[in-house]
């Protein structure tokens, strides 16, 4: 797949930067992740690098800040085993629901390892992780959630 960033600064203010993606040539991946826009951040003068992270999903966050939403699905989804992220704000707290099929311990070593960035990326949070495996069964038998994955693997 072909994506051009193209990286601009925005009017208001000449320190935010937007990433704008432009999916460059007809791919198997659906047209309606493409465009997609990034949120505007600060760059420092003196960075000289920046640690890309980023997957596309069709699925938009709905409570929890976009920015956090985004950090947790680009940490967390490239776990191949992981089918559905759910994230939402309880009091102050973030919880994170990580869905798996089958209980595979370097899989959960995987998981709690990228939790824990998470937790170092934003000291000044609350969070509330939480591992579910389906082992095959249905997931409204196992929980009961009323909001949207903000993550989901097709």
């Not at 950090?71 to 309880?90: A, C, G, M, Q, R």
């Not at 960035?117 to 000291?123: A, D, K, L, S």
Request: glycine share 4%; proline share 5%.
């Amino acid at each position: 797949m072909d994506i051009k960033l193209f990286v601009t600064q925005t009017n208001s203010n000449k320190e935010l930067f937007n990433i704008r993606s432009v999916q460059e040539t007809d791919t198997d991946v659906s047209d309606k992740l493409f465009p997609r826009e990034i949120e505007p951040f600060s760059m420092s003068p003196h960075s000289k690098t920046i640690n890309w992270e980023a997957i596309y999903s069709d699925i938009e966050p709905t409570t929890v800040g976009s920015e956090l939403s985004n950090t947790i699905i680009s940490v967390i989804s490239p776990i191949l085993p992981v089918e559905k992220i759910f994230v939402d704000e309880i009091g102050g707290v973030f919880c994170v629901w990580t869905i798996i099929n089958e209980d595979n311990r370097e899989v959960r070593r995987s998981i709690y390892e990228r939790e824990g960035r998470i937790m170092e990326r934003y000291p000044n949070l609350l969070f509330d992780f939480n591992l579910i495996i389906r082992r095959g069964r249905a997931l409204d038998e196992i929980m009961s959630f009323e909001g949207r994955p903000v993550f989901e693997r097709n």
